[in-house]
């Protein structure tokens, strides 16, 4: 009996121990979940003035529709994922990593993971990695533009099809979703609804030229918008799952201080048993 109580104290030290780490977690997620809302909602003025550009050009020129909005054989694609920097955020990178695994479908697929967690997982299944960005935290507009200028020129060389951004989207503390958004060719159902009446533009030298010009900062936006998304959702995903992890621990702790005092209990009551036992001898 002494045994299983000592037994029983140190599994209540350990989840304690545990339930200090899973606290410290949850209020670490929650002060850099202010930040990363904050850079979250103040990129997103920019990107609505930018796309309402982006989308004048290519909608409403009068002359040949342009090689970014026409729409090609899909071969081969190119993914850029942005994933977490690291766990013990629930299901937040399995989710987005297996969205993107579940797009692929016969396509020849290169990856640009952003964040530890998708460059790992590329690394271990053998997929091709043309660059990578190791962190989500801190990532620069300057990074964003070096890989939005990348992938157009693959896309202007042929050697993508389509570029696809895959990311999870910050709706509130208790949801986030994931999203495969497509950056190229530019996808008219993603043109502001105001952009869909048709108005004529003529864009002088050229809606190819105004577009090649334009593009790589729409994309790097579009990039680091997504970005700052994802790491709110990280952090947002990461709170919960400590809250939660907390709360187990503590019901944990209650159940295991129960079992140690009915132990406890029925200790005592056995040696009083045998004292009074050895009494009437």
Known sequence: ??????????????????????????????????????????????????????????????????DYVMPREIRHRCYIVI???????????????????????????????????????YHRHGMEVVTEIEKVEGLSFETCEEIARQVMAGYDEGRYDEIVLAYTSFVSVLTQKTKLKPLLPLDTKDAPEEEQIHRQMLCEPGADALLKTFLPQYLAGLIYAAACDAFASEQAARRVAMDSATKNAGDMIEDLSLRYNRARQSSITQEITEIVAGAEH
């Open 1 to 66: 009996m002494a045994g299983s109580m000592k037994d029983i104290k140190l599994r209540i030290r350990s989840v304690e121990s545990t339930m200090q780490i899973t606290k410290a977690m949850q209020l670490v997620a929650s002060s850099k979940l202010r930040g990363a809302r904050m850079r979250m909602e103040a990129s997103r003025p920019y990107m609505k003035v930018a796309r309402r550009a982006v989308w004048d050009i290519a909608l409403h020129n009068t002359g040949a529709q342009s």
């Open 83 to 121: 994933a977490g920097d690291r766990g013990l955020a629930g299901s937040y990178n399995a989710n987005i990593l297996k969205r993107v695994d579940w797009d692929m479908k016969d396509a020849l697929c290169v990856f640009i993971p952003i964040g530890k967690k998708a460059r790992e997982y």
